[in-house]
């Protein structure tokens, strides 16, 4: 099975930025997929990015331009550039993996954004 673990949350001003990571047990050239979602208390998870294991990348319009998801193979990481950020970015961010169509999630990590 995969595991992916999160880590990198934290406390951030407005406009300040946070670097999450997610560190997989295998080769992410094996995984079809890896994104990030968030999930604010008594809201919907909500898609963040997502990046193929052909290195493309897409994000939704309420992170595109602050946001970018990056990997490194080598050291089995995805990682994701959060800048700009906003108080609404506070949530609890998920990793997730994706292969053959099977899902793995993270423990998620918290990322706090103060005014």
């Known amino acids: 099975q995969v595991q992916v673990v999160e880590s990198g949350g934290g406390l951030a001003q407005a406009g300040g930025s946070l670097i999450l990571s997610c560190a997989a047990s295998?080769?992410?050239?094996?995984?079809?997929?890896m994104g990030w979602y968030r999930q604010a208390p008594g809201k919907q998870r909500e898609w963040v990015a997502t990046?193929?294991?052909?290195?493309?990348?897409s994000y939704p319009d309420s992170v595109k331009g602050r946001f970018t998801i990056s990997r490194d193979v080598a050291k089995k990481t995805v990682y994701l550039q959060m800048n700009s950020l906003k108080p609404e970015d506070t949530a609890v961010y998920y990793c997730?993996?994706?292969?053959?169509?099977?899902?793995?999630w993270g423990q998620g990590t918290q990322v706090t954004v103060s005014s």
């Open positions: 990046i193929t294991s052909g290195g493309s990348t």
């Open positions: 295998l080769s992410i050239s094996s995984i079809n997929a």
């Open positions: 997730r993996a994706v292969v053959r169509l099977h899902e793995y």
